[in-house]
């Protein structure tokens, strides 16, 4: 498989009154043609500052990409100019969002939202793009889709939004669909709807997907390979059934353990203790320290790299932990206070 | 085996009601759409809450789940007394003067009668951020039921709050910070101690963590069921998170535009769910597991969620029901029944 975007060492801050945000920190993955990547994150932990970075869509001030490249198709798109980037995002890249109403222009009809990508980015005239704009929501399932053209965003329902969202986003055949946490506001009989919608214009127009979401039962059915980040960086990276099965980083871990499961016995959950991570400090040492039953002394000063897990044959299962999870006893006494 | 919900609508429970602490007949709550700027006339309602039943034990936790908009928040306000309710009765039992235990009726309590029996139930609010004052300190915070309800003197209050902020997990040196200087589940924990300050039996806990961080959410569980056992509390818990609810839920009602659907035992429920909007809710659940998740079998319904402002005649859940049959666009509605000792289902297909 062919690499389709390279991020490496991207760094993102926010100078605000309150003093430096350390949103994004030296993160590094590559993403290959027609991979889906599910990124699990935390409020807070720059999930979204993630993604709007490689859009080139950080606001400045107060944010600033510090450094690093974010190369896709063989062009570093931190070094592209404002109207280079802006043929980039909607025909290469498309970005669909976690609130469908924010992000369509509630004076305009969806039609001419979908219709103006295509004659920007396609060349279509307007009535090849009118027809192609309708053959685009009857594919993601809304029936009458000729008369739904004329209609406005408050006409449409919340996941019937989302399909308007998705529709957007495929209209100019991107190689690259970043979704921010899509489905987070939606039901979860509609969430199932889209995810299954997803899945199968996936496989149609074999794009890649960068599928940001706090729901690990969500990136479970997805992705192919998963990035977990705690604080602005990544603490686990793997292949999703590896990173499930065999997962290595005590952040990850605690996430699971603290999960309900519908299809498993009732038991106390095992809580993570402490709170997110106030991402005004810098980090030293490990990020995770403060909360991990697992550390030792030199994680409050030796930051982890992200090394391939021991025992690992392949190579592509990675963890930032000084610590091999399998081997340690958990110390769930006296972690950080409340 | 006594019956937590009466099949006809107007007949009480007349079993066995010696742990029922809560008793919810025929509730229903109709917000009104008015139309005309000064001679306002009703032209029509939303039915959020219509025709809802159910009776919550001493000690147990009634889980109410269903996807936004189907009523279950308002189900819980309108039994607190906090919206008017358009018909029905709540009860609670509460104990008199004698130490003699009786139901008292809430929806006909005013005033000062019902500023008492406010006392015994309480809610624990979804958003930590908007449920908090923010020109409060915690201190005050925690101890406004009290200086409300004019309980104890200045000194025991501040040593009571410490006593409560521990309780919840919360070190009582905070006591004088304020609530931007708390994470969200720290503030949940605030909004809960808040919520136990006079002692009450009964909480209504609406959505309690589905505004936090996912590793913030085992916290906060443990919490209620901690304090539950500590207390001998008996919970409302609304929630959309199903996996969340089997875990911390004796007993689920499902519900769907503002009717109950099904009402069961928690791994009755999700062991063998017999309505087919509760097939499909459960079966959208995604696991944690990769494996399983690529297995799984889906029921997709289709279509979207009619308004409860004009709801389908007949079963309301005709419109994306996959077993739908002619007897289900007819009224009236199927009736709420029970089809194995303390299983309620609400289907022509089951009935």
């Known amino acids: 498989m062919a690499v389709l975007m390279e991020v490496k060492n991207l760094v993102t801050r926010f100078y605000t009154q309150e003093g430096v945000v350390y949103a994004v920190n030296d993160i590094s993955y590559t993403l290959n043609e027609g991979e889906t990547l599910g990124v699990v994150v935390e409020s807070g932990s720059g999930k979204s500052v993630h993604s709007l970075a490689i859009m080139g869509l950080i606001p400045n001030p107060p944010g600033k990409i510090e450094g690093g490249e974010v190369i896709f198709r063989g062009r570093d798109l931190l070094k592209l100019s404002s109207e280079e980037m802006r043929l980039v995002r909607g025909s290469e890249i498309a970005m669909i969002f976690q609130d469908p109403m924010t992000s369509l222009n509630p004076v305009l009809t969806v039609g001419s939202q979908i219709t103006e990508a295509l004659k920007l980015h396609m060349g279509m005239n307007n009535k090849e793009a009118r027809a192609r704009a309708a053959e685009l929501l009857s594919l993601v399932g809304i029936p009458d889709a000729e008369r739904r053209l004329d209609n406005y965003p408050h006409q449409f329902s919340g996941g019937m939004r989302q399909r308007v969202m998705i529709a957007m986003g495929l209209s100019c055949n991107p190689k690259l669909l970043i979704a921010d946490e899509p489905t987070t506001a939606l039901d979860v009989t509609i969430q199932a709807q889209i995810i299954d919608l997803v899945k199968r214009l996936r496989d149609e127009f074999k794009m890649a997907i960068v599928w940001i979401s706090h729901d690990l039962g969500v990136v479970a059915g997805l992705a192919d390979n998963i990035n977990v980040m705690y604080a602005g960086t990544i603490v686990e990276r793997g292949p999703v059934e590896q990173v499930f099965a065999d997962t290595r980083h005590p952040y990850t871990l605690g996430l699971l353990q603290s999960l309900p499961r519908l299809d498993a016995a009732e038991q106390r959950l095992i809580q993570i203790e402490g709170s997110p991570p106030d991402m005004r400090n810098p980090i030293t040492g490990c990020p995770f320290a403060p909360r991990c039953p697992y550390r030792l002394e030199k994680c409050w000063t030796d930051t982890p790299p992200l090394e391939p897990v021991p025992g690992d044959a392949s190579g592509k299962h990675l963890m930032a932990c000084h610590v091999d999870v399998r081997e340690a006893e958990p110390n769930r006494e006296g972690v950080a206070p409340v | ?351």
Do not use: W
């Open chain 2, 1 to 351: 085996m006594t019956s937590p919900v009466p099949q006809t609508k107007t007949a009480p429970n007349t079993g066995n009601d010696k742990d029922v602490l809560v008793r919810v007949r025929g509730l229903k709550k109709h917000f009104p759409i008015t139309s005309g700027v000064i001679f306002q006339r009703q032209v029509g309602a939303v039915k959020a809450v219509d025709d809802v039943s159910f009776d919550i034990y001493k000690g147990e936790t009634l889980g109410l789940v269903g996807e936004s908009g189907c009523g279950k928040s308002t189900t819980g306000r309108t039994v607190l007394q906090l919206y008017e309710p358009t018909a029905g009765s709540v009860q609670i039992k509460d104990t008199d003067e004698n130490g003699r235990e009786e139901f008292k009726e809430l929806t006909t309590m005013k005033g000062e009668e019902l500023r008492k029996m406010r006392r015994r139930m309480q809610m624990i609010f979804q958003d930590p951020y908007a449920s908090l004052n923010p020109r409060m300190s915690v201190g005050r915070i925690v101890s406004e039921p009290l200086r409300i309800h004019n309980i104890m003197g200045k000194k025991e209050q501040e040593e009571y709050v410490e006593s409560l902020l521990e309780r919840v997990g919360l070190n009582p040196y905070y006591v004088n910070r304020y609530p931007h200087e708390f994470s969200g589940g720290q503030r949940q924990r605030i909004g809960i101690a808040r919520a136990l300050a006079l002692e009450p039996s009964f909480i209504v806990a609406d959505e309690p963590i589905s505004a936090l961080d996912v590793s913030i959410q085992a916290q906060v569980v443990n919490l209620l069921e901690d304090l539950q056992e500590e207390l001998n509390l008996t919970y409302l818990f609304i929630a959309h998170d199903l996996s969340m609810v089997r875990h911390i839920c004796d007993r689920v009602a499902v519900m769907y535009l503002g009717k109950i659907v099904e009402l069961a035992p928690s791994n009755e429920l999700y062991e063998n769910p017999l309505h087919p909007y509760t097939q499909a809710l459960l079966s959208a659940v995604p696991v944690p597991d990769p494996v399983k998740e690529k297995k799984a079998q889906r029921i997709i319904l289709t279509g979207d969620v009619p308004s409860p402002a004009n709801p389908p005649r007949g079963c309301n859940f005709n419109t994306r029901c996959p077993v739908r049959f002619g007897l289900c666009y007819q009224d009236p509605d199927p009736e709420l029944i029970e089809v194995s000792p303390g299983h309620f289902v609400a289907c022509h297909r089951v009935q």
